[in-house]
């Protein structure tokens, strides 16, 4: 599979499960620089392009098409975090990598790869499980924001930027607001930390290069997308299915955080807020208020 790899395990009897990774680092502008900048938004690296769902289990469905005509027939079936599949544990065992203490799978190259595994009714001969080489660094745990990451291996969903911009759907917790910063959909903090991602090379799928600047577009940009723009401009985009309530609700957080800096564009960001305060969900609303009471015209050098 080009920009990833393959490794097989074992299932006792006469099926096996193929493990398979694709590198999606994609040639984007440097999220350091978004991150320390309030006023852009940022965009966890995977979404930045094409939705990797269809286009991994496409190229997994290939494998298992050729795999079936030259060995005359067999059942398979594919899967890229499309079902209770865990991943990290048997790409694991097949040797693709090993955990890492952020819980995410890891190898001499980094991390930025998805994983993808197909389910096949013959017997492969199993690789030997990779040995661990995080070894007393502990760099993804000490930078997570919200310190989801409760000890090596052990993390919190409920604190982690990730879920809570993606797969949470109801309020974000107060008390993690001001820690999610001006990330708006996922988080890679943890990633960016990692040692082993100095070594990490730019994917050459082209799907995974970003689309709509999101790679360096401003919180104002995003926060003016009516739904209909969302919608089509996020076409083909595992961002889109996060809605566009929860999208409005994601960057309303971000704006707070950006108020709460007080740059010069405060006024700006003010009436952005103000301009969707009769907006029909309740949810956006509520944040909506709260990103307006972090404005502290004290530090405003502008007014």
Known sequence: MAGGGLSRGHVP??????????????????????LDDPARAYVSRYALGRDYHKLMRSRLQQLGERLAEEV??????????????????????????WKGKHTLLLDRA???????????????????PAANHCGTCQSCI????????????????????????????????????????N?????????L?????????????????????????TL???????EDEFLKRLEGSA???????????????????????????SAHLIAALQGRADHPSALLREHLQWALSQFNPSKNDST
Not at 13 to 34: C, E, M, Q, V
Not at 110 to 126: H, I, K, Y
Not at 149 to 163: G, T, W
Not at 204 to 213: E, M
Request: hydrophobic share 45%; net charge negative; aromatic share 10%.
């Open 193 to 217: 930390a990692c040692p082993w991602n100095r070594f990490a090379q730019v994917s050459g799928v082209t799907d995974f290069l970003p689309r709509n600047q999101l790679d360096a577009a």
């Open 72 to 97: 005359g027939g067999c059942q398979f079936r594919a899967f890229s975090d499309s079902a209770p599949v865990m991943e990290v544990a048997l790409a694991s065992n097949a040797a693709l990598g």
């Open 110 to 128: 980094g991390s930025w790869f998805f994983l993808g595994e197909l389910f096949v009714d013959l017997a492969f001969e199993p690789d030997t």
């Open 220 to 226: 104002l940009d995003l926060f003016s997308w009516s």
């Open 183 to 191: 990330r708006i959909y996922g988080c890679d903090d943890c990633q």
């Open 142 to 181: 000490d930078i997570c924001p919200t310190r989801a990451i409760l000890a090596p291996y052990k993390l919190d969903a409920r604190r982690c930027i990730s879920y809570l911009t993606i797969e949470h759907a109801g309020p974000i917790p107060l008390e993690l607001r001001r820690l999610i910063g």
């Open 13 to 34: 009897g006469t099926a096996s499960i193929i493990s398979a990774r694709l590198d999606y680092l994609p040639d984007a502008a440097d999220a350091w620089t978004n």
């Open 239 to 265: 961002i889109r299915r996060i809605g566009h309530e929860r999208w409005l609700r994601n960057i309303a957080v971000a704006l707070g955080n950006a108020l709460a800096t007080a740059t010069s564009e």
